[in-house]
């Protein structure tokens, strides 16, 4: 029986879950998910609309603090369900090339057939100057291991800073397919017949490479049973996460009840940001994530 690993990795917000949420209905065959957030709770599988078996680890990093986790994840997965595709969505600060190490180790040990498929990076072309100045080592091992490159969020730079974000990458990565188009607007049995006719690449990543434990220099903080917001609150907490009054806030995204007793899923980076009204909500929460974060101050934001 052969099991296919796909590795979905981008910086935080880059937009992973979205990327996912398209392409799952449209996958042949049994499909699980391993969902890895940095921060203390679990939001994306709270937004997979289908049903699917999902494993969520949080709290840290699969490819450091939570090796363990990952690799008993994988196993149980393997042994109860017997997927044909394991889908691994990281945590937004995880190391690429780390995680296709831990794949290939359980690869060689397991007694099924499992193996790297495709290892895709979602990069966030509007974002792209300021993360790989601020964080080019966790920025740059995302893409110098993928396969396959997809470039978000093309509606908020022009023609020209898209092919120079292109070139930038091109100087890291040599060889990955790289979609030059809005895959946003593409249906997800599109992008799966993109995927399924990418020309398979062998990994080429330093195996002795050193790596920083994210730990060391993103920090999070998780918010639960946040207060109730009024629609007009929202353009506010999105003004008061850019300041810097409460730290370098990369991500804040969660779920909220308005005033109104509906529910709306937000997500913030300090490029963009918006929230929609969601159907369901199995409890209200928020995670943080930034480096040097004020916890105290951003507790006061959403329960004062």
């Known amino acids: 029986m052969n099991i296919n690993i796909n590795i979905i990795s981008g910086f935080l917000g880059a937009g992973k879950t979205t990327f996912l949420r398209k392409i799952i209905p449209n996958i042949e065959g049994k499909t ?11 939001v994306d599988a709270d937004l997979i609309e289908d049903k699917l078996p999902i494993r969520e680890i949080y709290a840290g990093c699969i490819c450091c603090s939570l090796v363990q986790d990952f690799k008993k994840a994988i196993e149980e997965l393997v042994l109860e369900y017997r997927p044909n595709h394991i889908l691994i969505e990281p945590s937004g600060v995880g190391s690429l090339s780390d995680i296709i190490k831990v794949c290939n180790k359980i690869s060689k040990n397991s007694d099924f057939s499992v193996k790297i498929n495709h290892l895709i990076t979602i990069v966030d072309a509007s974002a792209f100057d300021d993360y790989l100045e601020n964080f080019g080592g966790f920025y740059v091992d995302q893409i110098r291991n993928a396969h ?55 990994n080429d990543f330093e195996e002795n490479a050193i790596s920083m434990p994210a730990n060391k220099i993103f920090s999070n903080c ?38 109104t007793n509906q529910f709306i899923y937000f997500d913030f980076t300090p490029h963009h940001y918006h929230w929609e009204y969601i159907e369901e909500c199995k409890e209200t929460k928020i995670a943080v994530i930034g480096s040097n974060l004020r916890k105290e101050k951003i507790f006061e934001i959403f329960h004062e």
């Open 148 to 202: 396959i490159i997809f470039l978000s969020y093309f509606d908020k730079i022009s023609h020209n800073e898209i092919e120079k974000v292109i070139t930038k990458i091109r100087i890291n990565n040599q060889s990955a397919f790289i979609f030059k188009e809005d895959w946003y607007s593409y249906p997800g049995e599109e992008i799966i017949e993109i995927l399924n006719t990418v020309k398979k690449l062998e």
């Open 222 to 259: 998780a918010v639960s049973n946040p207060r109730i917001f009024s629609v007009k609150d929202m353009e506010k907490i999105f003004t008061s996460l850019k300041d810097r009054t409460y730290g370098f806030v990369l991500r804040a995204k969660g779920m909220l009840k308005l005033d």
């Open 32 to 42: 699980v998910l391993i969902e890895n957030e940095f921060g203390d709770v679990g």
